[in-house]
């Protein structure tokens, strides 16, 4: 089993809809989660990190977390040709000197 | 603010050659990170530093050497390169806390030929 799993897609969605991206992680002790966008060809940019299970909001972006379950996602609200890119989940191990990053899912926003 | 640097932008390297791949950072952070990225794959770890002058290995440290002098670098040596070494390469940096995010450098895109 990966330590960090995401659906590589594309995911396609119409512009204005909600894209939902979603990663699953195996170590159970995991403290830290972070979404980074990457465009093609461009490095990797943060744009969301959790810590605590609930959701928390910034502009469009939701993210969203369950710690019982093993998950994180994101979600994109009113999304926009301009989030077409590589979305990357990365989990930071117990002793906080690594993320493991899960392989991206694309994400196709069709205007 | 010019966070994290790496240079070359570009290099393309005959089998067999050597190189290293600079990276230096502003933001007086401790924890240094090289990660390579093949087409349509995620990142994967070559090697950290968690000081000056502490380093290990990552998920794939062969072929490759670190060292780190300094807090600001973190340079990435390739040795006897390999076509499998053809990559896009990226340097990152944090706090190395577990609730900091990592810091990307806009990366080098390596052919070996």
């Known amino acids: 089993q990966k330590e960090v799993e995401q659906n590589s897609g594309p995911l396609s969605v119409p512009e204005g809809a909600i894209a939902s991206l979603n990663c699953t992680y195996s170590?159970?002790?995991?403290?830290?989660f972070f979404w980074y966008r990457q465009y093609s060809g461009k490095s990797p940019e943060l744009i969301m990190s959790?810590?605590?299970?609930g959701d928390k909001e910034d502009g469009r972006f939701t993210a969203q977390l369950n710690k019982a379950s093993q998950y994180v996602s994101l979600l994109i609200r009113d999304s926009q040709p301009s989030d077409s890119a590589t979305y990357l989940c990365?989990?930071?191990?117990?002793?906080?000197?690594?993320?493991?990053f899960g392989a991206g899912t694309i994400l196709r926003v069709k205007s | 603010n010019a966070g994290v640097t790496q240079t070359p932008k570009f290099r393309i390297l005959k089998i067999g050659q050597s190189m290293t791949l600079q990276c230096t950072q502003d933001?007086?952070?401790?924890?240094m990170y090289w990660y390579r990225q093949d087409p349509g794959m995620g990142l994967k770890l070559i090697y950290y530093?968690?000081?000056?002058?502490?380093?290990d290995k990552g998920e794939v440290p062969n072929g490759y050497n670190v060292s780190r002098s300094t807090t600001e670098d973190f340079p990435l040596r390739l040795e006897l390169a390999a076509p499998s070494q053809t990559s896009v390469y990226f340097c990152?940096?944090?706090?190395?806390?577990?609730?900091?995010?990592?810091?990307f450098g806009d990366g080098t895109r390596l052919s070996i030929l």
């Open positions: 990152a940096s944090s706090q190395g806390y577990s609730n900091q995010p990592q810091h």
């Open positions: 170590d159970r002790v995991s403290q830290s």
């Open positions: 959790i810590y605590s299970n």
């Open positions: 990365a989990v930071s191990q117990l002793n906080g000197n690594k993320l493991v």
């Open positions: 933001m007086n952070h401790n924890y």
């Open positions: 530093s968690v000081g000056a002058g502490i380093t």
